[in-house]
Antibody, heavy 118, light 109 residues
């Protein structure tokens, strides 16, 4: 079974750094793109960026370029999303998902809730 | 890029059919047949329901169907059931950046 399992919920203060993870299993992790999607409280889905774990080729949404860093460690089938200095506005649920060649996201991880509050 | 336009809400009674529209431009929805649809129940991760405009992943009910005309894609749910009550999102991929719609809340009356 293809599965993406994300790291647990985080509570951080403004200005702190954070790295959340997404571990793939049941398929060739290096052969498929992984995407990250943000969902702010009560809001819709926003695409943040994608990475190809095979060679770490990374594409960012213009809205998130420079705000986050997406990376992957293919040796442990894990993709990451990180912030160097969190803001309260980063409070959201973050999902990873496998990104298919036709632009679809499937399957999805269970989500990681990030709360940034002083 | 602005989000694709979806109605904020739609509703229908059990057994009825409803259609959710997703309007973009000739640069996104109108460019390629790469529109997907997602169902999201409260507190859950989104689930792929339709890909490449009208294809259904294995395990998705054939009550769900997709289509496209020009710059507007549509998701139709026939034989509405209580379990279909959820948020639905469209997504268009024009070869560079995926673009989501704002989402539609489906209420089953």
């Amino acid at each position: 079974e293809v599965q993406l399992v994300q790291s647990g919920a985080e509570v951080k203060k403004p200005g702190e750094s954070l790295k959340i993870s997404c571990k793939g299993s049941g398929y060739s992790f290096t052969s498929y793109w992984i995407g990250w999607v943000r969902q702010m409280p009560g809001k819709g889905l926003e695409w943040m960026g994608i990475i190809y774990p095979g060679d770490s080729d990374t594409r960012y949404s213009p809205s998130f370029q420079g705000q986050v860093t997406i990376s992957a460690d293919k040796s442990i089938s894990t993709a990451y999303l990180q912030w160097s200095s969190l803001k309260a506005s980063d409070t959201a649920m973050y999902y990873c998902a496998s990104f298919g060649p036709g632009g679809w996201f499937d399957p999805w991880g269970q989500g990681t809730l990030v709360t940034v509050s002083s | 890029q602005s989000a694709l336009t979806q109605p904020a809400s739609v509703s229908g009674s059990p057994g009825q059919s409803i259609t959710i529209s997703c309007t973009g431009t000739s640069s996104d929805v109108g460019s390629y047949n790469l529109v997907s649809w997602y169902q999201q129940h409260p507190g859950k991760a989104p689930k792929l329901m339709i890909y490449e405009v009208s294809k259904r992943p294995s395990g998705v009910s054939n009550r769900f169907s997709g289509s496209k005309s020009g710059n507007t894609a549509s998701l139709t749910i026939s034989g509405l059931q209580a379990e279909d009550e959820a948020d639905y999102y469209c997504c268009s991929y024009a070869g560079s950046s995926p673009l989501f719609g704002g989402g539609t809340k489906l209420t089953v009356l």
